[in-house]
């Protein structure tokens, strides 16, 4: 993909940030829990097995549906793992891209990725023809370098990732050190800075594109979306 991800938390967000011309959309729902996974009647009227059908009509661009099911940590429950496993299963029969998600372990006061976990989840995900996105768990562990690593081992396509808004250096090295996995910058991205990861090399971006009421700013994604298309300004 090139362009613009955007992160949405409606159908009709989901709709519009379409049809402003974004690239690819990440389905979640409550923003104020840092995104959990959407209603199933959401993901139904927004499948793009629906694409087809004027009335019912589905998303004709890419997505991929957060698997988490409440706000707080990463750290999981047997059952809550097994939510998991079995969400990105319903998500697989929609016809979405893929699937973001992310488990984390917590060992002398450090949070780790939950290896076992996400490479199952990977794994699962891989089998139904979905690709596997580590969403911002990422940005909890302290060393990226070798996170990044992991992610790969496990099986994860993408990782999104804030360190390009608290260290910008840090995202560069994770650039650089990443193998076949790809990075997503995120957090913070808006139009007045989204040329700089450009110009840095990154062919895509996320972001939610929210304005100062906390609603979809669309002018602000048109913005980006140009920029990202190589139209300056």
């Known amino acids: 993909m090139k362009g613009v991800e955007v992160c949405v938390f409606s ?11 974004c690239a690819r959309l990440e389905l979640c729902t409550d923003y104020s829990l840092g995104g959990i996974t959407p209603p199933m009647e959401d993901l139904q009227r927004l499948s793009p097995a629906n ?26 429950s047997k059952r809550e793992k097994k939510w998991m496993l079995n969400t990105i299963k319903s998500v697989a029969k929609l ?23 996400c490479m199952q989840a990977c794994e699962q995900a891989h089998s139904l023809g979905l690709e596997a996105v580590l969403h911002r768990a990422f940005d909890e562990i302290s060393t990226p370098m070798n996170a990044i690593s992991e992610a790969e081992e496990c099986g994860f396509d993408r990782v999104l990732t804030g360190w390009g808004d608290t260290r910008l250096e840090t995202l560069k090295m994770l650039k650089w050190h990443a193998g076949s ?26 972001t939610s594109a929210r304005g100062a009421g906390g609603t979809l700013d669309i002018d602000q994604l048109k913005q980006m979306v140009e920029v990202m298309k190589g139209v300056p300004l």
């Open 51 to 76: 694409s087809a059908d004027d009335v019912r009509r589905g998303l004709r661009v890419s997505a991929v549906v957060m698997v988490r099911q409440r706000g707080g940590d990463f750290l999981y």
């Open 181 to 206: 996995i790809d990075i997503l910058p995120g957090g913070g991205i808006r139009s007045n800075n989204v040329q700089h990861y450009r110009d840095l090399g990154f062919l895509e971006v996320h």
């Open 95 to 117: 016809g979405f891209q893929g699937v973001v998600f992310g488990a984390l372990l917590k060992k002398n006061g450090q949070w780790q990725l939950d290896r076992e976990f």
């Open 11 to 21: 159908v009709d967000d989901a709709y519009a940030a379409e049809a402003a011309g």
